[in-house]
């Protein structure tokens, strides 16, 4: 764990990528389905609690996934946390531009940041939990969302996998190498597999599925699951 990237450097590698994230198709594209991952997170949040009045968006990047829920429920008062401060503020202008409802931002890890209890109806987070690092970690933000969520409301994850069995995972990976060959060349996968192995500590769906449940989440769902990458969530019981 030690050799991994610090938050820091984490941070300052986004800075640098405000405009790329600023659209979906180039900023997400080393993410298989992403264009479909978002579309299914936004319909099922939208679904699960159509009365919803309040989003936490964790991770937020430049906005994408907040702008897409918007779409469905235009009502919604926004709360954003993200490590950047220019990514914070590309998405509070952009979703400025579709909301006149309040629009609070963090620059803060979710690691180190409070969050008042019982608060939001639904709470995003895309591509940001494969940073935690050990399980103390995952718990504790699994059990803090948990506790900021209405009863009733939801947790939306879309994100990079591992999985449990080693020849699962080699088998895996070669064939995420390959669709990033395929999309752009073998530079390009060399490229995104250094960051991955620098800043990423990902966890397989099950683990998340099964700690999800251990926090206290009564429903779990899968919305997607290809390759490395899965889209799912879970309900908070009433």
């Not at 939990?129 to 409301?153: A, C, M, T």
């Not at 990079?160 to 020849?167: G, I, K, M, R």
Request: charge should be negative; aromatic fraction near 8%; include cysteine.
């Amino acid at each position: 764990m030690t050799s991994k990237s610090t938050p820091d450097e984490i941070r300052a590698r986004f800075d640098q990528d405000v405009e790329r994230f600023s659209n979906l198709a180039s900023g997400q594209s080393a993410t298989v389905d992403a264009p479909l991952s978002l579309e299914l997170i936004a319909q099922a949040a939208a679904l699960t609690n159509p009365e919803a009045t309040h989003l936490l968006d964790i991770g937020c990047g430049a906005g994408n996934y907040t702008l897409k829920v918007l779409e469905r429920l235009p009502r919604l008062s926004i709360s954003l946390v993200d490590l950047s401060r220019p990514m914070l503020e590309r998405a509070k202008d952009r979703i400025a531009q579709v909301t006149s409802n309040p629009v609070t931002c963090w620059q803060s890890d979710i690691r180190d940041l409070e969050l008042e209890t019982e608060r939001y109806d639904l709470i995003l987070a895309a591509a940001v939990l494969h940073h935690l690092r050990d399980e103390n970690e995952w718990e504790q933000v699994f059990h803090k969302i948990y506790r900021s969520l209405k009863p009733g409301g939801s947790f939306w994850v879309s994100d990079l996998v591992e999985h449990s069995l080693p020849q699962v995972q080699a088998f895996m990976w070669e064939r995420y190498g390959r669709y990033l060959s395929e999309l752009k060349d073998d530079t390009y996968r060399d490229q995104v597999f250094d960051y991955i192995r620098k800043e990423d500590t990902p966890r397989p769906l099950i683990f998340q599925l099964n700690l999800l449940r251990r926090s206290g989440f009564q429903q779990v769902e899968v919305l997607h699951k290809n390759n490395c990458f899965a889209a799912f969530g879970a309900v908070k019981g009433r």
